[in-house]
Nanobody, 122 residues
Framework: QVQLVESGGGFVQAGGSLRLSCAASGRTSAMGWFRQAPGKEREFLATITWGGGNTYYADSVKGRFTISRDIANNTVYLQMNSLKAEDTAVYYC??????????????????WGQGTQVTVSS
């Protein structure tokens, strides 16, 4: 069982930046970020493979968000720049025990963090 602990959410004005962190208690094959806004389904944002560091992004955040990993500390980050009001959501870290064949599908991920709120004011 892998536990994920997220941090870094908060309140920011539009155009600002935040960095989310997710520390894993064990090694996984890939780690990613999703978000869920009120009344909407959970949305894939980005994934990074642990071994090769390959990254995948949703079109909605490509160019604004960057996912990275710290292998030594089993931690993944999501740097979010140029934030918009529509980025307001609860952000979840997720980890896959085996390499996800469809990295943007939430059921490919075995472990989830508790979620951290990001609020962007316009």
């Amino acid at each position: 069982q892998v536990q994920l602990v997220e941090s870094g959410g908060g309140f920011v004005q539009a155009g600002g930046s935040l960095r989310l962190s997710c520390a894993a208690s064990g090694r996984t094959s890939a780690m990613g970020w999703f978000r869920q806004a009120p009344g909407k389904e959970r949305e894939f944002l980005a994934t990074i493979t642990w071994g090769g560091g390959n990254t995948y992004y949703a079109d909605s955040v490509k160019g604004r968000f960057t996912i990275s990993r710290d292998i030594a500390n089993n931690t993944v980050y999501l740097q979010m720049n140029s934030l918009k009001a529509e980025d307001t959501a609860v952000y979840y870290c997720a980890a896959a025990g085996s390499y996800p064949s469809r990295y943007n599908y939430e059921w490919e991920y075995d472990y989830w963090g508790q979620g951290t709120q990001v609020t962007v004011s316009s």
